[in-house]
């Protein structure tokens, strides 16, 4: 059996005002063809799993493009419909096919289309028409649309955050493509929107609405008949008409079934609204309070400038605050600042230089930061994923430098990521578990390899394009009304 296979990656965060062009996919992940099978076999990733099944099941794959960028503004209009290209050119190559596998978000805004996914599975379907089976993984975030549904034979989304789950979610496509080649399924799927908009810090998994929510998914799904459950959390910070909570339920040729049980979870997440409304500690409380404890580290979760969520990851003020108190060994992790991560590699391991850091993307993060320090490690930024998280993919942030003042060390980085792994941080020479305070710029995927050493975690409630008090957006484009930006 021959399944074509691709992936094409973008959280949008619409009110971002940086660009995601071509430049920010070749910075983060941009492959082709055999590449792509090569890079990411025997990952913990999307793609990772679908290798894994398909070679399970004795599926041919034939890989297409591997595209994705760090979360941020909406993707060029130019690279979109590029990438939409290649992969239709792709297929056209291929010849005859009996399956498609898509490594999606689903969460994706384009210049040219404010469903990217929903767009690129419409032309999937009317290129390979409607008998050719197509799986697709869904990040837990998609905004998951109509069109989505339609197009997809079946979508498989995260079920874990921190997604710890991607490489299982693909295995589960390729098995399920398999299933239905052999016509030993025939999915029926109920699809529910209900009017919430969950902020990105109360989406945890491990408990709260969304464990409720999960406990009662996975009881469904012991059931024979049910293929797959999916409730996705939605991406608040796309300010498009489909964002937010969303739930796919699909059974083995039973649609009165999936009716049911999506509307019982449609149900359950609707009563349980109001646990979704966060609250975090204003930044001197929370810096106060760290330097207050006698354990180590206590983890400041800097949650509104996570990179992962669109904002700038060049936030200052909870980094202004460890300053000011003259914080005893303080590492914030990771600051992105191109500009000084140069001037200190210039300036070399052993200088003292001024410089003013961070907070010049936007005026949503904090003004710079004037830091007079030393210029204490250099690195190329090249690391491996070791965490739970990407499991044995590399990653890149490019000329790394840390800059420290008395005992505050912020580590300055040259591609924008999300500090979701301890090996982040010990690629300079720092470990993270002998840091009195430990900032790291993340809103829920951190916890998956930094609560395992962390003694305390305080969500910081600084500035930022990624903070879950929504009130600080201007929505324009959602549905209304939506709790919680609507009392209902």
Request: proline share 6%; net charge negative; hydrophobic share 45%.
């Amino acid at each position: 059996m021959r399944v074509f296979v691709a992936m094409l990656s973008h959280e949008t965060n619409t009110f971002s005002t940086l660009a995601t062009d071509r430049r920010q996919f070749e910075t983060r992940e941009l492959r082709y063809g055999g590449e792509v099978l090569e890079v990411y076999r025997g990952t913990a990733t999307c793609l990772g799993g679908m290798i894994d099944g398909a070679a399970a099941r004795g599926l041919t794959l034939l890989p297409s493009l591997a595209a994705a960028a760090s979360p941020a503004g909406r993707v060029s209009r130019a690279f979109y419909e590029d990438a939409k290209a290649r992969i239709c050119g792709d297929l056209r190559a291929a010849g005859r096919l009996d399956g498609i596998l898509l490594d999606l978000h689903g969460a994706m805004v384009a210049e040219s289309a404010d469903d990217g996914e929903g767009d690129l599975l419409r032309a999937v379907r009317e290129f390979v028409g409607p008998d050719v089976p197509i799986g697709v993984t869904l990040d837990f975030h998609a905004n998951v649309t109509a069109e989505m549904v339609r197009h997809a034979t079946l979508l498989h989304g995260y079920k874990t955050y921190p997604h710890i789950d991607m490489a299982e979610r693909g295995r589960e496509a390729a098995t399920r493509v398999a299933d239905v080649l052999a016509r030993k399924i025939r999915p029926a799927v109920a699809f529910r929107q209900p009017p919430l908009l969950p902020p990105i810090a109360s989406q945890l998994t491990a408990r709260g609405p969304m464990r409720r929510l999960y406990d009662l998914a996975d009881a469904m799904e012991r059931d024979p008949r049910v293929l797959t459950v999916s409730v996705f959390a939605g991406f608040p910070l796309a300010d498009i008409h489909d964002a937010g909570l969303s739930i796919y339920v699909a059974t083995n040729d039973d649609a009165p079934l999936a009716a049911k049980l999506a509307d019982e979870l449609e149900s359950v997440a609707w009563e349980h609204r109001r646990e979704f409304v966060h609250h975090a500690t204003p930044v001197r409380e929370a810096v106060a309070e760290a330097l207050a404890l006698d354990v180590r580290p206590v983890v400041l979760a800097d949650i509104a400038d996570n990179t992962g969520g669109g904002a700038a990851g060049d936030g200052t003020e909870i980094l202004r605050e460890l300053l000011r108190v003259q914080a005893p060994s303080a590492t914030v992790a990771c600051l992105w600042d191109p500009e000084a991560a140069a001037a200190c590699t210039r300036a070399g391991v052993g200088a003292t230089l001024t410089l003013d850091v961070g907070g010049k993307v936007d005026d949503r993060h904090g003004a710079p930061v004037r830091m007079q320090g030393r210029v204490a490690a250099l690195s190329d930024g090249a690391f491996v994923h070791k965490g739970p998280m990407l499991r044995g993919l590399p990653g890149r942030l490019g000329p790394t430098a840390v800059l420290q003042t008395g005992g505050v060390k912020v580590i300055l980085i040259s591609h924008r990521w999300q500090t979701l792994d301890p090996e982040m941080i010990r690629l300079v020479g720092i470990e993270p578990s002998a840091e009195r305070i430990l900032v790291v710029k993340s809103s829920i995927h951190y916890r998956a390899a930094f609560e395992p050493l962390a003694a305390r975690i305080i969500e910081v409630d600084a500035p930022g394009l990624s903070s879950s008090s929504l009130d600080r957006f201007s929505f324009t484009r959602v549905r209304r009304p939506i709790f919680p930006l609507d009392e209902m």
